[in-house]
């Protein structure tokens, strides 16, 4: 099987790390922290000139009509740069609601303004009880003439502090663990009975607490079946852990580097560090933890385009199960190595730590993908 990448695929990958290479180093990505929604309008509009924010979605709809392999190349270096922008929450998960389910009508509507970088979304999904059952759902939608009423509270929705558009999970009917009876909606963040609780998260991001009491949408709002809409969710969510395992593969291959490095310049009693037989043997383990990272993002890229949904799953949550493990691994590693400093605020390597240790828990961690690849019987 061949996994070099094509000749527009290699021009994709130097664009796109040339952008971040220039605009985000660490001390830059502090300022943006401070930024109205934690993130740069800026870095958000250079995205969207150099195209980034449309490759996924389908000419028709004003994109590039590109695949997953595109999508981990730019995830794989919004990794390494410890991206704040929301290019997850909009153009992988709200994106792909639109461009699975969304009709002519909402894509026309929301996919323009998400490629000209004028619009943000989030993803409000998780709730109090839920965990990671992406079908335990209690928030409700329920029908008031031509229109739903959408009440319930989301947590940790990521983005949702400087969201444009809220893309929330809701029962239409039946009880709270049910498969059946759950829809999508696009919820403007600005319409009455909306309130937020924001807040930062530990890896630098913002997110927020919804609240939603009587919000009241049109039909329209509605992406797909709004009373079978789980395999959309499972799909675009599969999408996202996809994308995560590139992330995560960025982050991993750069503090690797930043590591090494710091063992090359480090010394103790005369000698750098890096001349310890024992560390070295440490640095080689986080090389083949790595490298056994990028062997499954890559088998999960491949597989996310799966026509059969459970074959996709499994082969996802096997891709999670060895980021987290590799993610923990590099991550402490790579903290241990640097001694003390890389405790600190002031050193980079900890908030590779930190956001690898967020990804490890978003949709599902090592644990609950383990579960999932046992009892599919899949041998990874």
């Known amino acids: 099987m061949d996994f070099e990448l094509s000749e527009e695929q290699r021009l994709l990958k130097e664009a796109v790390d040339g952008l971040l290479s220039d ?21 958000w509009r250079r995205l969207a000139e150099q195209g980034l924010l449309g490759l996924p979605f389908a000419e028709v709809d004003g994109g590039f009509g590109l695949g997953a392999v595109e999508a981990m190349i730019v995830m794989d270096a919004l990794g390494k740069a410890l991206v704040l922008e929301p290019y997850l929450a909009t153009v992988v998960i709200s994106g792909g609601f639109l461009r699975h389910g969304g009709s002519a009508a ?26 990671y059952d992406l079908h335990d759902v209690t928030t409700s939608a329920r029908k008031r003439g031509q229109s739903w009423v959408i009440e319930g509270k989301k947590f ?26 759950i829809g999508v909606f696009l919820v403007p963040s600005n319409v009455k009975g909306i309130t937020k609780e924001t807040y930062p998260t530990q890896d630098g991001l913002r997110a927020a607490d919804i609240t939603f009491t009587g919000v009241e949408v049109g039909a329209h709002a509605a992406i ?39 063992l090359k310049t480090r010394n103790q009693f005369g000698v750098p560090i890096g001349s310890f037989q024992s560390l070295q043997h440490r640095v080689a383990d986080m090389f083949v933890a790595l490298e056994q990272a990028r062997s499954m993002s890559m088998f999960a890229t491949m597989a996310v385009d799966f026509g059969d949904g459970a ?35 002031e050193a980079k390597i900890g908030h590779y730590f930190k956001r690898l240790a967020m990804i490890e828990n978003t949709f599902g961690d090592t644990r609950y993908h383990l579960r999932r690849v046992s009892e599919s019987g899949v041998l990874v």
Not at 156 to 181: C, F, P
Not at 224 to 241: S, T
Not at 327 to 338: D, N, Y
């Open 106 to 131: 909402q894509r026309a509507e929301h996919i323009p303004p998400i490629i000209d970088g004028r619009k943000t979304f989030a993803f409000a999904q998780l709730e109090k009880d839920s965990r």
């Open 156 to 181: 940790v929705v990521i983005n949702g502090e400087s969201a444009d558009t809220l893309v929330v999970t809701a029962r239409t009917e039946g009880a709270q663990r049910d498969t059946a009876g």
């Open 23 to 43: 605009g985000y180093q660490f001390t830059q990505r502090k300022k943006y922290m401070k930024e109205t929604g934690g993130w740069s309008q800026d870095i």
């Open 311 to 345: 074959e996709r799953a499994k082969t996802v949550a096997a891709a999670k199960m060895q980021i987290g493990m590799s993610g923990k691994f590099i991550g402490q590693q790579s903290i241990q190595l640097h001694g003390g400093i890389g405790m600190t605020m």
């Open 224 to 262: 797909g079946d709004p009373n079978n809409a789980l395999l959309l969710i499972e799909r675009v969510v599969d999408e996202a852990r996809t994308a995560l395992c590139a992330e995560a593969v960025g982050a991993m291959d750069e503090s690797l580097k930043i590591t090494v490095e710091y």
